[in-house]
Structure formats: C-alpha cells, structure tokens
C-alpha cells in the first residue's frame, strides 16, 4: 500500500515539473508560453509512461486505460504548443481553450468513477 501511495505522489508531481522546466526552456528562447504548454504536453506524457510501467501486468487492457488518456492530451498539448509558434493567429487559441475544457472534464469524470470503484471494492 505504502508502494502504491509513493507511486501516486511521484505521478501526481511530474506534470508541474516539466511545466516548470518548459517554462524555463521557454524563457530561453524568449516564448514562456510556448514552453508552459510543451512542458505540459511532456508532463501528460511522462505521466502515461509512468502508469504504463507501474500498472500490474494483468492485461493489455488495464495497461492502456490508465495510460491512454495523458498520451492523447500531452501529445495533444505538444502540437498545441509549437502551433503557438508557427500558426499563432489562426484556431490554435481556440484549439487550445476546448483541449483544457475536454482534459479537466475527463479527469473529473475518472476521478468520480475511480471514487465509486474504491467504495464499492471497500463495502465487498
């Protein structure tokens, strides 16, 4: 339990390091903006490799339900971020504005089911 309890700490501190270091990145090339969303993207990204090499072996489908989901987003928020770059003025801030509207939607909604799985497996 204590294992699972780091794992989730290291997770859940990934994201706002590379967001850290993007936005550094960022700030040497003069577009902090353009690295906070790259770095983003790289977190979401490290997070779903992380899931992916921690998740018990059980089955392709156990592996890819937690790690599906930050791969999409953070390869999404990449491509995002080097839009800013080349094509800053077309649907990018728009693109942009719907991927983070969708990405806190879907966490909330796992956060819920993930919630009622865990009181239902603790009332068995």
Do not use: C
């Amino acid at each position: 339990m204590e294992e699972r309890h780091r794992q989730r700490k290291f997770e859940g501190m990934v994201i706002p390091a590379f967001i850290l270091i993007g936005i550094g990145a960022g700030l040497l090339f003069g577009r902090p903006d353009v690295g906070a969303v790259v770095g983003l993207g790289t977190g979401f990204i490290a997070m779903g490799i992380t899931k992916m090499m921690n998740s018990p072996k059980t089955g392709i489908s156990s592996v890819t339900t937690g790690a599906t989901f930050p791969l999409l987003i953070g390869g999404l928020f990449i491509i995002a971020g080097f839009g800013l770059v080349y094509f800053p003025a077309l649907i990018w801030p728009y693109f942009g504005a719907l991927a983070l509207i969708f990405a806190g939607t879907w966490l909330l909604f796992r956060a819920a089911v993930h919630r009622e799985v865990e009181k239902t497996d603790e009332v068995e």
